[in-house]
């Protein structure tokens, strides 16, 4: 086998030569780290790609605590996106306590905040985009966007994303694709897509109504040829392949997503045959672990910028010759990647997962005169102090995470229900041990365009193969059968699970309310942000409200709120919520 | 493009179904109970007990996680020269785990051109979908996916 320079640069980089690409930063505070530590680059090629994927709508700077918990199936432990905690640091050889330990794990996670501060912003991120420009020359420099960008916030709420698409303007989004963004309707979709100065591209949407114009049509543009450098570069489009599966039908009826890597393959056969371009790159927000195998299924792609599993990736990975690098969630990183590309091919790239320490870097005034313009009209409701928190709220980990605790504790307290469901999506914030939960955090955790906690009844049965259904999409052997989420979080139940176990058989030992299901009774069941509610039967009409009025009545009830971090689901065949490659345990 | 690779598939169908008009909704044989068919019964059905080798020859396009089980896109596309001494007679369209496992029967002839066809099929949960499928020479040979039918939960 030919070894190319390309991939000696790979192997160089898993045995940690040329060393500043991996952009370790040692353990020193924010006052000994200088902004150079951060901006530290060895530039290459002629042209450099930053990228950002999911933050989720957090304009302003905030805390995010990684997980300390994220099992998958036993093929897939310890593999890029299913490393976390010392796993993670022991892949990337982190320093403890370093800034980026701080950025890309939960060990030590209040104590590093308090030393560290807050993360992203795009006031911040600007100053850093800027930094790039200028230093390759703005000619030079693409900035893509994952997707994921304008949802998640309540500015991103109140205005059905326009406060972020002038976010995105401001930074200087050139190209997106989207799967939360479908939430706001398809009307929507393109009314700020009429607003974005970016380009949405999507290969993957195609019309499916069969009285429609765009019936079997492509619903967007598939890719965009850009130059930059002298070099061409084709962009294609990946919007989320399960977008109408995981998310309500009917912001999108009409629209069929799917993964479609066949049309994947004739794009990039397209962009290299007829139109000579010196590099192809996928934007994707298909999920890190489904971009693996996407690399292993599609042949001639360069570069997949992905999104979707919020995984920080401090190195990128290559598989079968394409270059798979995401860059967390939340705005809490740029990823900058410098190529050579010329005459068809690339010849060479240097990577780096940039954090964007707030404390750090600093703000660009424009920036943040832009985030208060957008938030003054909300400042009286998103700023209002609800209560207090005794210990650490945050969202993420696989079964279990104490920010959704505290709502299925707020939904259990107002509908009376036997069991909650809170949905198990990966974005949201974190609040730290002493602090106040405002209003705004409360958004940050379920501001969705689909809020309304509805309470009906279900079977037992019916509970216990929703559950093991659930696992099924978390827990797949195989990524492309995954979703990309975690498991649903759970009120009044606790059980037991063997995630190597098949299909059907991962759950044992379901209690709720402190007794073994009953398979032949009907239990009330409240549940939001999904659709169990078309299942079940005798659906309370009176009781739907919003979850975030929900969730605020009950922080204002209760005043200070003592989650603990203990749990509800007992895990039978993994020793920690971090295992290592190859083992079940840490 | 996309439109004019959609009538090209459309046409192929319509020219299969001009041409051979021997689709059946097949449930002729060994029936258990009226319109209930397993799998195994229905194999045994089409290949009267031959042996089926699973072959690389067939593309079997459906998806991972179906959009809506009640309508699943399936094509199937078979490698064949589709000559008088080498061609696809029938393409057999199975679902695991549905109440009648089989979905549709599809007779070709050389005439066909190629052995492709394309329908939508309801499926019941998450289940294998299967191409049977008889050639000329009377082999059979098959190729599977799993589907998944799934409430959905997560983003």
């Known amino acids: ?586 | 493009m996309q439109r004019r690779d959609f009538f090209k598939k459309l046409g192929l169908v319509a020219a299969a179904s001009a041409l051979t008009p021997a689709i059946s909704f097949a449930s002729e044989t060994k029936v258990v109970s009226k319109n209930t068919m397993s799998y195994q019964t229905a194999v045994d059905a089409i290949t009267g007990g031959k042996t089926v080798t699973v072959s690389s020859k067939i593309k079997l396009k459906v998806p991972e996680i179906a959009e809506n089980g009640a309508v699943v896109p399936v094509t199937v596309n078979i490698d064949s020269p589709m000559t008088e001494n080498n061609y696809v007679k029938a393409i057999h369209i199975l679902a695991s785990h549905n109440f009648n496992a089989r979905s549709i029967d599809v007779y070709l002839t050389p005439a066909n051109g190629k052995a492709m066809f394309s329908t939508r099929i309801k499926l019941g949960g998450t289940q294998d979908v299967t191409a049977l499928v008889e050639l000329s020479n009377g082999d059979f040979i098959s190729a599977s996916q799993n589907v998944k039918v799934t409430i959905g939960g997560c983003g």
């Open chain 1, 1 to 586: 086998m030919d070894i190319s320079r390309r991939d000696f640069m790979h192997i160089a980089a898993v045995f940690g030569i040329g060393a500043a690409a991996t952009g370790c930063v040692s353990p020193k505070t924010p006052a000994q780290i200088s902004i150079n530590d951060i901006y530290n680059f060895k530039a290459t090629g002629n042209f450099t790609l930053l990228h950002m994927c999911d933050i989720h709508a957090h304009i302003k700077p905030l805390y995010w605590r990684e997980p300390s918990t994220l099992i998958s199936a036993p093929n897939l432990v310890g593999t890029p996106g299913f490393l976390c905690g010392d796993a993670f640091a022991k892949h990337y050889g982190l320093e403890p306590s370093s800034l980026d330990a701080y950025f890309d794990t939960h060990v030590d996670f209040e104590e590093l905040a308090k030393k560290f501060g807050k993360m992203g912003g795009i006031a911040h991120i600007k100053t850093y985009l800027e930094r790039v420009r200028t230093e390759r020359g703005n000619e030079n420099v693409l900035f893509l966007d994952s997707g994921d960008t304008w949802q998640g916030t309540g500015v991103a709420l109140k205005t059905r994303g326009e406060a972020i698409v002038k976010a995105q303007n401001y930074l200087g989004v050139d190209v997106m694709v989207g799967h939360w963004e479908f939430t706001y309707g398809k009307e929507r979709v393109k009314e700020l897509i009429e607003m974005l100065d970016a380009k949405f591209v999507t290969q993957n949407v195609i019309g499916n109504d069969p009285f429609a114009d765009e019936y079997e049509e492509l619903i967007f543009e598939p890719y965009t040829i850009e130059e930059k450098g002298g070099a061409k570069i084709g962009i294609i489009g990946q919007s989320f392949p399960f977008t109408s599966t995981a998310n309500p039908k009917e912001f999108t009826e009409g629209w069929s997503f799917g993964l479609r890597l066949d049309t994947l393959q004739e794009y990039v056969n397209e962009l290299r045959d007829e139109h000579k371009v010196d590099c192809v790159v996928v934007l994707s927000h298909d999920g890190f672990s489904v971009d693996q195998e996407v690399a292993r299924q599609v042949h001639g792609i360069d570069f997949i910028l992905s999104g979707h599993t919020h995984d920080p990736s401090p190195q990128p990975i290559t598989i079968d010759g394409t270059v798979i690098v995401i860059a967390g969630s939340h705005g809490k990183f740029i990823g900058r990647l410098d190529i050579d590309a010329k005459d068809g091919k690339v010849i060479d790239y240097e990577y780096k997962l940039v954090p964007i320490a707030s404390n750090i870097i600093p703000a660009d005034p424009a920036g943040v005169k832009l985030v208060n313009e957008l938030y003054a009209p909300f400042d009286k409701e998103f700023g209002e102090v609800l209560g207090q928190t005794k210990n650490i709220l945050y969202k993420r980990d696989t079964f279990f995470s104490t920010f959704d605790q505290l709502i299925n504790d707020a939904i259990m307290d107002e509908m009376k229900c036997d069991m909650s469901f809170t949905p198990g999506y990966r974005w949201g914030t974190t609040v730290l041990a002493g602090d106040n939960i405002l209003m705004d955090n409360v958004y940050e955790m379920c501001g969705i365009t689909y809020p309304n906690v509805y309470t009906f009844d279900l079977k037992g049965k019916q509970i216990a193969t929703l559950l093991e259904d659930i696992a099924d999409n978390v827990f797949n052997a195989n990524p492309l059968y995954q979703q990309g989420g975690d498991m649903s979080r759970l009120g009044g139940v606790t059980y037991s699970i063997a995630v190597a176990n098949k299909a059907g058989e991962r759950i044992s030992k379901l209690m709720i309310g402190g007794k073994l299901i009953d398979l032949d009774k009907t239990y009330v069941v409240s549940s939001w942000g999904g659709n169990l509610q078309n299942a079940g039967s005798n659906l309370q009409e009176n009781k739907i409200r919003a979850v975030y009025d929900v969730t605020r009545d009950y922080i204002k009830r209760e005043k200070i709120v003592d989650v603990s971090n203990e749990g509800n689901v007992t895990l039978v065949d993994y020793d920690c919520g971090c295992p290592v490659k190859g083992s079940r345990s840490c």
